[in-house]
């Protein structure tokens, strides 16, 4: 029996919150279908971050800035009716350093001020009695960051795929892409969940987009799956109870990042091991080093490992994310290189998605932020 496949405008490939927020962006212009390879839309990385909002991302990079800044607003005041949590809860955010290394916290103080983001400078007094719980070695002066946040990801996520499902969209679940090719104008992509079809695909698989590309024989953005490890520690005895007003604090040379988390304290030692797409696992060298910068910051003794997993952070080599139609085929859009920066800057890359798909050019607001387009499209790469 021959059943025809199943038609769209558009057909997402990747349920993570890339796929989500592109999906959510393109459903008033046609039907849209998201088709993931997993049972639960956020199992790779959107379910593994450490869901921290905050502008002065990867040392100042002007680019993320922008993409952060034009995200705010929708994190900040989403829709009525799209989550009924809030998006963003405050958080402080505290880069420290020891006395050796003080020459990372002034270029980070450089580079955070060039673009604008909202910095104080903390003397050793002040440091003091802002981070009580850091060793004294790291006490001699401190940065903040202003505006930081921590991000509900899961009622982020939740809320763009409930909002494709209301205007008519599908999120597929279990339907692994298998394979693709273009007739006539349409894509024809075959899946562990039958045929679909439609003129515009948009490639948002995380680690796996150049296998996607690939299928439909087309050249790879040759992205690079990093994976980080997370750990959740028991607080160690010398510092209990970790507070939930804690800060986050991280280093200024970003060699290991910490908040508290339920009672326990979410650290990862900022690793960044190249690997190929998987579903990532924690190392035991990596979890001990993250035990050790947590000593070593707050002069402690971890007791306990309550649990660790790890994540893919996957970029490109410029660390810009990729966004836009394939130069050589029509139809194939990319939606790639999110790096550990995804969920923050989802609300800009969807709205970047819906606009080129669109035929339109970057939305004024991202324009007026200092984005260009030549510094996220695909076309760099090849
Ligand atoms: C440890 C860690 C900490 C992080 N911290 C932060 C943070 O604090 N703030 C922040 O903004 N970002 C952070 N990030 C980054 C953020 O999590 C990612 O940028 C974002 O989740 C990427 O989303 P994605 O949708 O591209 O990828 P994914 O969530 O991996 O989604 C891709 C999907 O594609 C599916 N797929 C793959 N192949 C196929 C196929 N053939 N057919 C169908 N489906 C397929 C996969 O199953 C997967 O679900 C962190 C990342 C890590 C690892």
Known sequence: MNIEPETADFIIIGGGIAGASAGYELREMGKVIILEKESQ???HTTGRSAAIFQKGYNGGD???????????????????????????SPRDLFYITTKENTAHLDRLQDNLSRINVGITLLDHK?????????????????????????IDVSALHEGYLRAIKSSGGKIISNAEVTSLCRQKGHWH???????????????????????????????????????????????????????????????????????????????TPADQKLTVPCDAQPEE????????????????TVNKIDHSWAGLR?????????????????????LAGQGGFGIKTAPA???????????????????????????ICVGRLK
């Open 285 to 300: 060298i990596d979890i001990a080093h993250a035990a050790q910068c947590l000593e070593k910051a707050t002069n402690s």
């Open 189 to 267: 992509v075959t899946s562990a969940q039958g045929d679909f079809c439609a003129r515009v695909i948009i490639n948002a698989a995380g680690a796996w987009v150049d296998q996607i590309a690939e299928m439909a024989n087309i050249s790879p953005v040759n992205i690079q799956p990093l994976r980080r490890t997370m750990a959740l520690i028991d607080t160690p005895l010398d510092i209990q109870p970790a507070k939930n007003d804690w800060p986050i604090v991280m280093d200024a040379a970003e060699k290991f990042y910490f908040k508290p988390d339920s009672g326990k304290i979410l650290i």
């Open 349 to 375: 890359m969807g709205r970047i998605t819906a606009a080129l798909i669109a035929g339109r050019s970057l939305p004024q607001d991202i324009l007026d932020l200092g984005l260009k387009e030549d510094q």
């Open 126 to 150: 002040e440091t003091k009695r802002a981070l009580p719980h850091i060793a004294d070695e790291y006490q001699d002066s401190a940065l903040m960051e202003q505006d930081v946040a921590d």
């Open 62 to 88: 002007p680019v993320l800035y922008a993409l952060v800044r034009a995200s705010e607003d929708f994190l900040r005041n989403p829709p009525h009716g799209f989550t009924s949590h809030p998006l963003l």
């Open 41 to 43: 839309p956020g199992y």
């Open 314 to 334: 996957n970029h490109v080599a410029d660390g810009h994310p990729v966004v836009g139609f394939d130069p050589q085929n029509g139809g194939f859009f990319w």
